[in-house]
């Protein structure tokens, strides 16, 4: 009896092992790879102690119990609260620095220490210096935008 509590073991500590990679951390392989070989040597000891009729039923019966589990996993939608079922409907501000120009002056609406808030026009921008601070209520002019980003420096330089 001692070999067959081995083997049960061996088996279903392998099968719980790869559904807790599946279920709880892909990606990893660690415990799916560690879950495989505690299966595979629980079959190897069934074939070796006790001969190959006996071997080939065991390592049917882990396949059975295997596919039985899976399938009764995705019948019963268990797997749908570890999906992702929200939508990303954020957007990139591509069109944030139409408008503005390098050499345009505006006013630094809040300290730039280096990042900070500036207005041009009637609309206020985030912004950042080349490591300067400016104190809020500054005149600022833009030396360049690289994208979204705005780069400006005090005009009292």
Same mark, same amino acid.
């Given at each position: 009896?001692?070999?067959?509590?081995?083997?049960?073991?061996?088996?279903?500590?392998?099968?719980?092992?790869?559904?807790?990679?599946?279920?709880?951390?892909?990606?990893?392989?660690?415990?799916?790879?560690?879950?495989?070989?505690?299966?595979? *040597?629980?079959?190897?000891?069934?074939?070796?102690?006790?001969?190959?009729?006996?071997?080939?039923? *065991?390592?049917?019966?882990?396949f059975f119990v295997t596919v039985i589990a899976l399938v009764y996993s995705f019948k019963s939608r268990s797997w749908d609260r570890f999906a992702l079922k929200g939508q990303n409907k954020?957007? *990139?501000?591509?069109?944030?620095?139409?408008?503005?120009?390098?050499?345009?002056? $505006?006013?630094?609406?809040?300290?730039?220490?280096?990042? $900070?808030?500036?207005?041009? $026009?009637?609309?206020?921008?985030?912004?950042?210096?080349?490591?300067?601070?400016?104190?809020?209520?500054?005149?600022?002019?833009?030396?360049?935008?690289?994208?979204?980003?705005?780069?400006?420096?005090?005009?009292?330089?």
């Open positions: 009896m001692g070999g067959w509590l081995a083997i049960i073991l061996l088996i279903l500590v392998g099968l719980i092992l790869i559904y807790l990679e599946l279920i709880f951390i892909p990606g990893t392989t660690v415990l799916g790879v560690l879950g495989l070989i505690l299966t595979g *040597v629980g079959v190897y000891i069934a074939y070796d102690t006790h001969g190959t009729k006996t071997g080939s039923l *065991v390592l049917a019966g882990a954020s957007q *990139v501000n591509e069109d944030y620095t139409d408008g503005l120009e390098e050499n345009m002056v $505006g006013t630094a609406i809040s300290d730039l220490k280096p990042i $900070g808030k500036a207005e041009f $026009g009637d609309e206020s921008y985030e912004v950042t210096t080349h490591g300067n601070h400016v104190d809020s209520g500054t005149e600022i002019r833009i030396t360049s935008i690289r994208g979204n980003k705005i780069i400006v420096e005090s005009t009292k330089s």
